[in-house]
């Protein structure tokens, strides 16, 4: 299967500062990858996917091939950005498996 | 439009005890999962299908069962809960081609086994 490794279980950042959830991809081919987003009590939604290239929410994320890496980032971040990060690659050939991420929590303090 | 509707959204179990958790989807689509989310541990997939009919396996199957008899719903058992199955459960499903990797969810069941 395709696998995603978001190296940070927690970050905490303050409002309007930067913030950069990592996330690292380790398979071949050509990837396309995901971010999914789990507000407090609420269910898990796709964030943005990086064909589309688009921003949400203010979030970007760039996909880096020589870095391996799909990082999502945001200028100065709000406090309702808290929530649960998932990086996903894409569903793994004729398998049809969709691996997330372990996650990470982002905390904004006020 | 429903989406992914989950059923129940909660439940306590003894160790031992059987249960089923339903989800049902009114998107037509073709693929539908079942994942567990544990602090620490994020989602990891139990069993997928990729239509009606036909399940298979994911990263953690073991001691769950699931049947896809509807396109619409996708059941996931649990024949004899253990504590290690206390969690908490998502339903997702998605659509073919392009669609296939945007997963829509539904929103959780809490599974506690005592």
């Known amino acids: 299967a395709q696998r995603v490794t978001q190296p940070e279980k927690l970050l905490s950042v303050f409002k309007g500062a930067p913030v950069e959830l990592k996330c690292n991809y380790s398979y071949s081919g050509s990837p396309e990858l995901f971010w999914y987003v789990q507000y407090s009590r609420q269910r898990l939604q796709l964030l943005l996917r990086?064909?589309s290239r688009e921003s949400i929410k203010g979030f970007t994320a760039d996909l880096n091939k020589g870095e391996t890496s799909f990082h999502l980032k945001k200028p100065f971040a709000q406090e309702e950005d808290s929530a649960m990060y998932y990086c996903?690659?894409?569903?793994?050939?004729?398998?049809?498996?969709?691996?997330f991420g372990s996650g990470t929590q982002l905390t904004v303090l006020p | 439009n429903a989406g992914v509707t989950q059923t129940p959204k909660f439940r306590v179990l003894k160790t031992g005890q059987s249960m089923t958790l339903l989800c049902a989807q009114d998107?037509?689509?073709?693929?539908m999962y079942w994942y567990r989310q544990d602090p620490g541990m994020g989602l990891r997939l139990i069993h997928y299908s990729v239509g009606e009919g036909t399940t298979a396996k994911g990263e953690v199957p073991d001691g769950y069962n699931v049947s896809r008899l509807k396109k619409q719903n996708f059941l996931l058992g649990l024949e004899s809960a253990a504590p290690s199955q206390t969690s908490v459960y998502f339903c997702?499903?998605?659509?073919?081609?392009?669609?296939?990797?945007?997963?829509?969810f539904g929103a959780g069941s809490r599974l506690t086994v005592l």
């Open positions: 998107m037509n689509h073709e693929y």
């Open positions: 990086h064909i």
């Open positions: 996903a690659p894409p569903l793994s050939g004729s398998a049809r498996q969709l691996t």
């Open positions: 997702a499903s998605s659509d073919r081609g392009s669609g296939a990797n945007v997963l829509t």
